[in-house]
């Protein structure tokens, strides 16, 4: 999705600029561009394709500015183009705009501006920004232009309906900017003599770790050693410097030929970070964060873990875990749908938000919506400050560092290892038995180790991938708990090896999807759950006799000459299972990935952030 940076200092801005739009590259977008103030007035370079194409812009390499705005644009309205990539201007070229989410009633206001004769030169929803701003601007006879200014984008909110994170600079005051977000991510990073302002920490990490973080319809009046914060009255506020602890080689490759598969490596750190000194084998699970009474959990009629994609997976390993550990029924639910299907929810009910970014549009959405009935909501994000961390009652976070790769892997892992250990706290809480739950803390400490054991079979799936990356179809299998590992491996091999792939509950696949399966079709089976592995060997069986080929991925003693591959993955309580038998499917998606010759951290149509519905 699209992706703004900004800087306000004393060093020449576009150098800088670009170098942060790399660093979302990853985000994925289709064109690019840049604007800063110069002697003569404000100057924008935009193109469409790559960033890099941006250092072949005429002139570029001339501009001179200390203050500047860019973007990467991920086409919603009108084609990837260089008319419709940002930044816009006003008719009279008074402001520079950049704007990420989206205008949803774009059109009545261009035909509001159309009428008083304004001019429209792209298909954007975002050209209307610079012109109601220069539209409320210029009826204003306010003499103080820093207020004028301020109140033109004030009233330019008012109208705007949907979600915007802006940076707009204007001619007039050639030593300032002005930032306001609504649902959409925007930072202000702090350096010394100079602000830099992104979508995403990562993009400027390298240059400062000390953020002021937004709240929505927030203004923020910057020069180059100051930021004054207004409220949505426009009313001065204070505003706390907040340090992340991310560094900034944690957004480098070091080494890794992706980002992907740095971060799958990344995972038994991601894990103990997660874990941290939350507990030990002998104490109680406690947070901070949390302050929950056994009077109110026992009163909890019903936890929903609401989700998207990847994050979703995580729920519904985690689901399990509630139900069994605390007995409290759980529900999951894919966000897109959660939000419209009118759930059943009351005051009685405890939502958990599960978002790697902390700003994924629906599942921000289904937040609002579980509060304003009456839920209590706890939010589980990896981004400090991200906008679903500041709508929940609770928020809590997974520690895997910043997580480049389109596919998300570390953050996943370690969102079902935080579930997981919420679950373990609502059950002491309410004084479930402690043996068990002694047993589950201290095979949770094991995992760091056991995922390290995982990655020694790159090699083995590695071998695999190369057998099988020129199929066009393949099928997970598994029950229980390895169901959800065969959906999650699914999703990952078809978003970066665009292999059409499917997962089914083992016993599912007799009853339709098994008509599929011929010779030299690749089944993945997974099988870790005691009681379930000879039901899953039985419908392995099946596929074999119809001439599929199988990788199997296993914790258990099971007759191997049958399969084609087997990977052993060490053995776990049945709870942690799903992180340690992803690993080695994580490892599949990125070498038959590889072996395609895709961009593994990038791939087509997708984005690391879906901020629009
Ligand atoms: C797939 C993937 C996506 C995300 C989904 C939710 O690898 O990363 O399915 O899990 O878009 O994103 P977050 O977790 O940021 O809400």
Redesign the pocket.
Known sequence: MCGIVGYIGKQKASPILINGLMRLEYRGYDSAGISTIEPEGLVVMKDKGRVKNLYDLDGINDLKGTIGIAHTRWATHGKPSKENAHPHQDNSKLFSVVHNGIIENYNELRKFLTDKGYKFYSDTDTEVVPNLIHYYFSKDDEKDIKMRLLKAIKATCADLKGSFALEIICKDLPDNMIVVRKDSPLVIGKGDGENYISSDIPAILSFTRNFYLLNDLEYVFLSRDSAEFYDKDLNKIDKQIQSIEWDASSSEKNGYEDFMLKEIYEQPTAIRETIGAKFNENSKCEFDELNFSKEYLSSVNKIYIV??????HAGLAGKNVFEKLCRIPTEVDVASEFRYRDPLIDDKTLCIF???????AD?IAALKLSKERGAKTISISNVIGSSITREADYSMYTHAGPEIA????K??TSQIVLLIMIAIYFAEVLGKDSKELLELKKELLELPKQIEQCLTLADTVKEFAHKIYQEKDVFFIGRGVDEVVAKEAS??LK?ISYIHSESYPAGELKHGAIALIEKGITVVGIMTDPTLVEKTVSNLQEVITRGAKTLIVTNQKIDKSMFDVVVEVPETNPFLSPVLSVIPLQLLAYYISKEKGLDVDKPRN?A???TVE
């Open positions: 989700a998207c994609g990847t994050a979703m599960v978002s790697q970014s902390g700003e994924t599942t389109v596919a998300s892997t953050a996943h999703l990952k978003e997708l690391k952030s879906v």
